[in-house]
Each structure stands twice: as C-alpha cells, then as structure tokens.
C-alpha cells in the first residue's frame, strides 16, 4: 500500500468535514491505558538515501547468505567505491525523478510545437530556464543543448556572431573532451582556437589560468575567452580578472560550469557574457557519457544569437497565462545558413530531470548538498596528503583535486581496483607534461568515509630511502 503523507492542513480540513475538533478527540472513545502517551521506542528516522542503502544490504543478504557467500560473487554484481569525476559526477537522485519522468505525459511527448496541447511540457521547460537564470546570474537560458561539451562549442559560435570576429582564446584547463569537440566544430569554419596554459607546479602552483599569458594571447580578432569554473583539476578560476582582461581588448568572456552543483556554493560567474553549463549533476544518473544536458545562458542582449530552444511566457486570447516556443532559429525552423544552430534536438527529458532535482532541493538544499562535497574533497585531500601523496595545485578548489603519487598511476589504480576501488583520473594522457604519476580525485556526497579511508590505506607505499615524489614539469603555453 502506498503511504500517501497528509499536511497539518489536510488533517485539520479531515476533522472539519466530519465535526471533530482534534485527533485526540478523535480517539477519546479508547481507554486511556490503551492510548500510547509517549514517542514510540524504534530507532532515528532515515534519509531516502539510508533506506535504499538499507534495502540493498537486505537484498545481498537475502541473495547470497553469509559474507563469505557475498566477497565470493563475481566483481560485476558488486558496487564499487569511485573516485572519478573530469565531468560525470555521481550524485544522489531522489527516486520522484524516475516517478515523473516516466509519466507517458513527459516520456512520449514529441516536440512541442503545437502549444495548446503541450502547455505541461513547456511550463517545465520554462521552468528548467528560470532555475538556471537565477543559478547563473544570467538573465536568458535555453532548454537546451546536447550537453556541455556541444554547448561550450555552440557558445563560441554564438560570440563569433555577436562580435563580427573569428577566433578564440580557449584555456588549457577546459575539460580535454570539450576542446576536442569544439576543435572539431570550428575547423573547417575559419575559426582559429589559441591554447592558453595554466600556472603549473614550479610557478606560483595555482592551477588557474595564466593570466600575463592570456592578456597577450587576445587580438583585435579574438571574439571571445572560454574558461571553465571549476576548471578541469576542480581549481576555482578567478572569473572577475579574467573577464577584465577580455573585457578591455572587446573580446566576450565564456564560462563552462561541467559541475553544476558547485553553482550552490560558488559565487555566479556574473562577469561572464555567455555562460555554457553541464547540468549532468541535477538527477542525471552517469551512464556510458550520455544523454546529458547542456544549456547556454547569456546577457539578455545577446538572445537573438542564442542556439537551441527557448520557451516564452505569454497570454492567450482570454488573458490566460500560457506557454510557446520563441525564437527558435534552428534548421529546422529556417534557412540553414541563417539558423543559429545546426544542432536540431535538446534534451528535454534530462532537463526535466534536473527541473525535478532543482524543485526538490530548493536553494538552501543545493548549498548544503555542495557544502557536503566540499567537506567530503577536504576530508578526502587530508588523508591521501597524510598518506604520501601530494596536492599539485594551491588553488581553491570544490569537490575534485589533482595528486601526485610515489607511484605511475596505472599501477597505483590496479592496485585499488583489486580491492574494489576506482582511483583516480590519470592526469598524463592530456597533460603529458605532468608525469604519469599525477591523478584527478572526486569525492561527492556519496563518496563515504569508509571508502576514502580504504583508498588512504592503500595509497602509501614505501619510497627507498632519499627518494622524493617526482616533479611535474612546467606546462606549455601556446596556439594549436
């Protein structure tokens, strides 16, 4: 039987309906001795979280027997601990997501291009545009784009358009995948990128941008700067002085957000123009690398070059408030060449479920669930720093951070993965210039205590006597 929770409200509306003042009063006919009178003896309330762990111990208990009967079970039918993140982050979803989302209103519904019989699939994406307004400190969203790797690309087109300039200034820290991407969108559209590297170890060690760099890389071409925040080693980028910069030689600045969670916590890149975000982490389980949701917001003075989807606000004939595609300047709407985009579907259903996820946690339930993951990094950086290994970068960071170790990372990661651990993220195969024994960490709020302790444990091993942990060398700076 479904447990279906009343409100204060609802109670008292119940009482009314049939002429009872109060539930005691309700239940005065039993005698006295059989009424309970205090709080019942069971243990604490538990989170939604705890009470699916709960039934999954329940269940690999009923499955297997004993604990010999369950270490014997093949690896692949058990969960393991994960430390990756580099843009797929495991973060709680509230089991309403799947509820609504698997509704037929939402799961068949085609395209809305005929608003009177969509106006529940519009509200949300209307709603999903709002939310990310007031998250971004922008003032225009779109309900949205393939994901933020496509979405990033898409928005340096869109500064291309505005500016009547072709060329970028694209930091080193931008997520690897997303440059790859957008090199393969740009190459054969005259749009030269121009790569700027990051202060590495050996130089003030922050991991942010360099800024001298960056001001020297900008020319009277340069339409826009793409800088991502958290960057790609969850370093907090100085978006105010990057902004200033660009701003001064009449470039616009882009900023990518790959983890959206941080915006509860962070401060909105308000300097920004054009801000391309990842919504993966509102209820977007991480599978295989997709579907995610991406979504481009801007300064409202740039809404005609938007790509992607908007939903407007508007009144019907009788005044009533309604909802409508606007502004939809795709292929499939228009001439190709004067479309805004050639990318002719969003990802409505995702974005519905980072709408769900957003409405569910409100904004002091973001905060919390970002300050979480702070803590759990923080937590997470301090015992692998106590057990040998060594944070590269000085840098404020959210919930990722970049390590070096005694030890190449592959054989590092081989020895967790017997234990049932996914270490790291291997730093060298895209900055090479780090060393094979350098590793991106995640800790989220799923990431337990237990878990960063084991992979503490297992990360020391023994150095011969005057050994020191290899130094990364100084990062390139420069054009591709």
């Known amino acids: 039987m479904r ?7 609802d109670r008292q509306a119940m009482l009314d309906e049939i002429g009872v003042p109060s539930i005691g009063s309700l239940f005065e006919t039993i005698p006295a001795e059989y009424r309970l ?15 699916l762990d709960r039934f999954r111990a329940f269940a690999g208990n009923l499955a297997g027997g004993d604990a010999e009967d369950l270490a014997a079970r093949p690896a692949s039918s058990r969960l393991f601990a994960s430390f990756l993140g580099a843009g797929a982050y495991r973060h709680y979803r509230p089991a309403i997501i799947d509820s609504l989302v698997q509704r037929g209103e939402f799961l068949t519904s085609y395209t809305p291009y005929q608003p009177e019989i969509a106006q529940g699939t519009l509200q949300a994406m209307f709603e999903f545009q709002t939310m990310i307004c007031e998250l971004t400190g922008m003032e225009i969203a779109n309900a949205s784009m393939y994901d933020g790797s496509t979405g990033a690309a898409e928005s340096i087109l869109m500064a291309c358009r505005v500016t009547g300039r072709q060329g970028a200034v694209v930091a080193r820290t931008v997520h690897p995948e997303y440059r790859e991407v957008l090199a393969t969108l740009t190459r054969h559209q005259g749009i030269p990128i121009t790569e700027v590297g990051y202060t590495a170890p050996g130089a003030d060690q922050s991991g942010r941008i360099d800024l001298a760099a960056l001001d020297a890389a900008i020319t009277d071409q340069t339409a826009c700067v793409l800088l991502q925040s958290p960057n790609f080693f969850g370093v907090i980028e100085d978006v105010a002085a990057v902004a200033a910069i660009a701003h001064r030689k009449g470039a616009l600045l882009i900023v990518s957000i790959a983890e959206a969670v941080s915006l509860g916590i962070l401060r909105a890149p308000v300097e920004a123009d054009i801000v391309s975000l990842e919504a993966q982490s509102f209820g977007v389980p991480v599978g295989f690398g997709g579907p995610y949701c991406g979504v481009i917001a801007c300064k409202e003075q740039f809404l005609r070059q938007m790509p992607g989807r908007l939903v407007g606000e508007t009144k019907d004939a009788d005044g009533r408030r309604g909802y409508v595609l606007t502004l939809s300047t795709r292929e499939q709407h228009i001439r190709r060449e004067k479309a805004t985009s050639n990318i002719c579907t969003n990802q409505a259903l995702v974005a519905l479920m980072a709408t769900i996820f957003l409405t569910v946690y409100g904004k002091q339930g973001l905060r919390e669930l970002s300050e979480q993951n702070l803590a759990k990094a923080a937590y997470l950086e301090s015992a692998l720093h106590s057990a040998g290994g060594r944070p590269l970068f000085s840098a404020p960071h959210f919930h990722e951070f970049a390590l070096a170790t005694r030890e190449p ?39 337990t205590r237990a878990q960063m302790d084991a992979a503490a444990a297992l990360l020391y091993v023994p150095a011969p006597a005057g050994a020191a942990l290899p130094e990364p060398q100084q990062t390139l700076t420069g054009a591709r």
């Open 37 to 51: 009178a205090g709080d019942l003896n069971i243990p604490r309330q538990h989170s939604e979280s705890e009470i």
């Open 3 to 9: 447990y279906l929770p009343k409100s204060s409200a």
């Open 409 to 447: 990372a592959a054989e590092l990661n081989a020895r967790l993965l017997e234990q049932q651990i996914v270490g790291g993220l291997a730093l060298d195969r895209w900055y090479p210039e780090l060393g094979a024994n350098t590793t991106l960490w995640c800790a989220t709020e799923l990431t």
